[in-house]
């Protein structure tokens, strides 16, 4: 409790905002408890009071006073395209304000798909070359927290880790914390036993739909995906998308959104 909170940054480049809507539903921690107690959220487009000039002074004064002990968080992702004119942010491209606060981080959190993996803004032919953190910021250890967007959860234990221990997660080769990306849907999904029983729901709303059997015949992609929908899940723990009926698209995996049809099957 007498620990000073780790300063964090918080920037958006090419996204959606779900990924801080997620985060903002977290139930264990409350967001509210991470944002107001556990670390110290300085600068954060989205929902910090200041704006113009006054925001980015903010910027300037983290870098100096906290060289090497603020955590970079990043939703979205720069385009590097035309010099990155495709997402401007206080009057510069978002790569070079993203490089600029990279250099003097301990570390960056790339949220969500976009961050981690491009997303969808990088579908081919990716016009405006939107790309991930990880393939501009070279000199950092970088945490990724992918899915479309991460379980509230998940992103609120990544921060509570981090601040808790003051270093990062272990993390898997593709630079995910293993402890929530070390099992695909598959392994823990409660329609498993009907996957292994070879009941399969074979139209929208057919008989086995209505029993709930499993749905890798409806193109569900949890047997190739890497997340914890199926034990953490949604909602403060209350459902995940096989739960509602639908297979998961396999929203945490690179590519996702290139990879053919969300109902294909694998
Ligand atoms: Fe939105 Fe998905 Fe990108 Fe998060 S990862 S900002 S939810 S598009
Ligand atoms: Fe696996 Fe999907 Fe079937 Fe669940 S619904 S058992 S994740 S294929
Ligand atoms: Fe995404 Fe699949 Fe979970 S679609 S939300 S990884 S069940």
Redesign the pocket.
């Known amino acids: 409790e007498t620990k000073p909170r780790i300063p964090v940054i918080w920037m958006h480049g090419l996204e959606c905002t779900c990924c801080s809507e997620s985060f903002i539903r977290s139930a264990h921690p409350l967001a509210k408890d991470v944002v107001l107690s556990m670390i110290s959220l300085d600068y954060d487009d989205t929902i910090m009071a200041a704006a113009g000039h006054q925001a980015e002074a903010i910027l300037e004064e983290t870098k100096e006073k906290y060289k090497g002990k603020y955590i970079l968080a990043v939703e979205g992702n720069p385009p590097l395209n035309e010099g990155g004119m495709f997402c401007i942010d206080g009057g510069k491209p978002f790569v070079e304000k993203l490089k600029w606060m990279a250099e003097d981080a301990m570390a960056i959190i790339a949220w969500g798909a976009c961050a981690s993996w491009g997303c969808v803004q990088a579908a081919k032919p990716n016009p405006t070359q939107a790309t991930p953190i990880d393939k501009v910021i070279k000199d950092k250890p970088i945490i990724k927290v992918p899915g479309c967007p991460p379980i509230a959860e998940v992103m609120t234990g990544v921060v509570t880790f981090v601040t808790t221990f003051g270093r990062l997660p272990e993390l898997d080769r593709q630079g995910r914390p293993k402890m929530f990306y070390s099992q695909?849907?598959?392994?823990k999904?409660?329609?498993?036993?009907?996957?292994?029983a070879g009941q399969?729901?074979e139209e929208w709303d057919d008989e086995a739909a209505r029993k709930g059997?499993?749905?890798?015949k409806?193109g569900?992609?949890?047997?190739t995906?890497y997340n914890a929908c199926?034990t953490v899940r949604w909602n403060g723990g209350v459902s995940f998308p096989?739960q509602s009926g639908h297979?998961?698209i396999g929203c945490s995996e690179e590519d996702f959104w290139d990879k053919g049809s969300f109902y294909d099957r694998l």
């Open positions: 695909r849907i598959h392994d999904c409660y329609r498993r036993p009907h996957f292994d399969f729901v059997h499993c749905l890798y409806m569900c992609k949890g047997p995906t199926s096989i297979g998961c």
